[in-house]
């Protein structure tokens, strides 16, 4: 069974703060999306990368993908109170809609 | 474009009943995916119904089975419910442009087992 494990589980920081979230493996993925859900909604993708070493940024969020495609991270600078939500990395192997979610990070971004 | 649309929102069973959940994907597209949603598991994939057809299958007991219609309307059933069957059940859908299209993700149903 593959497992992406992500940390820290939960994440409690202040409005302007900057923090990283980590998603790791021991397999190989041909690519890495994150995801960042709300209460009460499903998932919504915000990036998907797919080149070892690969980063990409969208506004204050960096998203790196290991270069041997086993681990990603999700940078947030200056945080607001919007980023507030579950952020969940999922693996695909080869099989686009058969994706393998990480066990998510909760993050709270208080004023 | 409507998104990714989950009917019902909410629903409460006992144990042993069974229950048909639906989803309607975003118009155009034909791949359909169902995944479970629990605190301790996180997110974990049912199955994936491309053109009426099961494509893709998780690790999931017999109790758990779909179907597609032919408009790409997918259903969800689980029989003999058990208490551990309890979670947020989500449908996503994707376009017929490959891999690197991207995955939409409905509200969900949450199931509780009582």
């Known amino acids: 069974t593959q497992l992406l494990e992500q940390s820290p589980q939960f994440l409690s920081i202040q409005e302007g703060e900057n923090l990283t979230v980590y998603c790791n493996s021991s397999?190989?993925?041909?690519?890495l999306q994150w995801y960042r859900q709300e209460p009460g909604e499903g998932p919504v993708l915000l990036v998907t990368v797919v080149t070892g070493g690969e980063v990409k940024k969208l506004k204050r969020l960096t998203f790196q993908f290991g270069d041997a495609r086993k681990d990603s991270s999700l940078h947030i600078t200056a945080a607001q109170p919007g980023d507030t939500g579950l952020y969940l990395c999922a693996g695909d192997t080869g099989t686009a809609s058969k994706l393998t979610f990480g066990t998510g990070t909760r993050l709270q971004v208080t004023l | 474009k409507a998104g990714v649309t989950q009917t019902p929102r909410y629903l409460i069973k006992t144990r042993g009943q069974q229950v048909t959940l639906s989803c309607s994907p975003i118009s155009g597209h034909r791949s359909v995916s169902w995944y479970q949603q629990t605190p301790g598991q996180g997110l974990q994939f049912l199955f994936e119904y491309f053109s009426e057809t099961q494509r893709n299958k998780g690790n999931f007991p017999g109790r758990f089975s779909g179907r597609q219609f032919s408009n790409s309307r997918s259903e969800m059933n689980v029989s003999t419910l058990e208490l551990g069957d309890s979670a947020l059940y989500l449908c996503a859908s994707r376009g017929t442009g490959g891999r690197q299209e991207k995955l939409f993700f409905g509200s969900g149903t949450q199931l509780s087992v009582l």
């Open positions: 397999s190989v993925f041909s690519s």
